[in-house]
């Protein structure tokens, strides 16, 4: 069974930072770019940050460009989120995905993404 499973969400106030994680298993997910989304309330899900097959290079919403780094650790088959200097309106639920197709550059569209894991709540407080 492919799948992904997210963790390290949680409630902070601004200014501070989380890690989330996302670990893979099924496939061989260090060959496929990996993404984070997001979804807040009311809101289409939106690209986040996204990472090659490879580790590089990475790409990022200009909203979260300079705070956030996305990463991966291919021989775990985990890619991670750093988010730092969070603000309220990153609230919202964080989703890892991972690409269709492998040895590709990452997409900003949810359409190129075939598995996805079970999301994890951010709420930052002001």
């Known amino acids: 069974q492919v799948q992904l499973v997210e963790s390290g969400g949680g409630l902070v106030q601004a200014e501070a930072s989380l890690r989330l994680s996302c670990a893979g298993s099924?496939?061989?997910?260090?060959?496929?770019?990996m993404a984070w989304f997001r979804q807040a309330p009311g809101k289409e899900r939106e690209f986040v940050a996204g990472?090659?097959?490879?580790?590089?290079?990475?790409f990022y919403n200009n909203s979260v460009q300079g705070r956030f780094t996305v990463s991966r650790d291919n021989a775990k088959s985990t890619v991670y989120l750093q988010m730092n200097s969070l603000k309220p309106e990153d609230t919202a639920v964080y989703y890892c995905?991972?690409?269709?197709?492998?040895?590709?550059?990452?997409?900003?569209?949810?359409?190129?993404?075939?598995?996805w894991g079970q999301g994890t709540q951010v709420t930052v407080s002001s």
């Open positions: 099924g496939r061989t997910f260090s060959n496929y770019p």
């Open positions: 990472i090659s097959w490879g580790g590089g290079p990475t």
């Open positions: 995905a991972a690409g269709r197709h492998p040895r590709i550059l990452p997409s900003r569209s949810p359409r190129d993404y075939d598995v």
